[in-house]
């Protein structure tokens, strides 16, 4: 099993509240992953670092942002959560997966906005 | 969107059979990467092909990679009820991988 972690791994929260989702892996892996994952069941990349303080944005836009102050530290957080936030949240990490490294995941946070 | 797309969609097989998930990308790739995903949980990776590669092997699972179509098959053989899961492919070239809608395979026992 992959050394990375997400908490929490559900929460239901009401509108306007801001919310941070952590993502922690031990592996000591310069890149990190937030995918956005609905429940059709495709992955979108919403977040990207390629170490600390690297910070990108992925595919699909989103109204989340994200820090990398730590390498092994990735959290992401919605400063006024809305309905339209609801879905799964999925990090990963890898040493290089543009050269064939696999991507290792968390088993996400499932996120309910009333 | 760099989205691929993967099908079928959903497939149903009867345990013992083989089951075979297709994948589509749109640019080019240094590599391809299969990964499963049970009910819940996060992805696992299964297979990795590079673009210089087309047939790879692991156990139960055979992976071809056709660059001049830009897809890659996933075979898994003599199917079992634990391979009930999705299936998805990531491709990457310099950037990070993009997966597609992947697969929803039902193994019936």
């Known amino acids: 099993e992959a050394d990375i972690y997400q908490t929490p791994r559900y929460l239901v929260i009401g509108t306007g509240k801001k919310i941070t989702l952590e993502c922690s892996q031990t592996m000591g892996h310069d890149k990190m992953y937030w995918y956005q994952q609905d429940p059709g069941m495709e992955l979108h990349l919403i977040h990207y670092s390629y170490g600390v303080n690297s910070t990108e944005k992925g595919d699909l836009s989103s109204e989340s942002t994200v820090s990398r102050i730590r390498t092994e530290h990735f959290p992401l957080t919605l400063e006024s959560a809305r309905p339209s936030h609801t879905s799964q949240y999925l990090c990963?990490?890898?040493?290089?997966?543009?050269?064939?490294?696999?991507?290792?995941f968390g088993d996400g946070t499932r996120l309910s906005i009333l | 969107s760099q989205q691929g797309e993967e099908d079928p969609q959903a497939l149903s097989i009867q345990e013992g059979e083989n089951a075979t998930m297709n994948c589509s990308y749109k640019t080019s790739i240094n590599n391809l990467q299969w990964y499963r995903q049970n009910s819940g949980r996060g992805l696992v990776h299964l297979i990795l092909?590079?673009?210089?590669?087309r047939e790879k092997h692991s156990g139960r699972l055979r992976v071809t990679l056709d660059t001049s179509k830009k897809s890659s098959s996933l075979l898994i053989t003599a199917s079992r009820a634990a391979d009930t899961a999705s299936y998805f492919c990531?491709?990457?070239?310099?950037?990070?991988?993009?997966f597609g809608k992947g697969t929803r395979l039902s193994v019936i026992a």
């Open positions: 092909i590079r673009s210089n590669e």
């Open positions: 990963a990490s890898s040493e290089d997966d543009r050269s064939g490294q696999p991507q290792h």
């Open positions: 990531g491709s990457s070239g310099n950037t990070p991988l993009v």
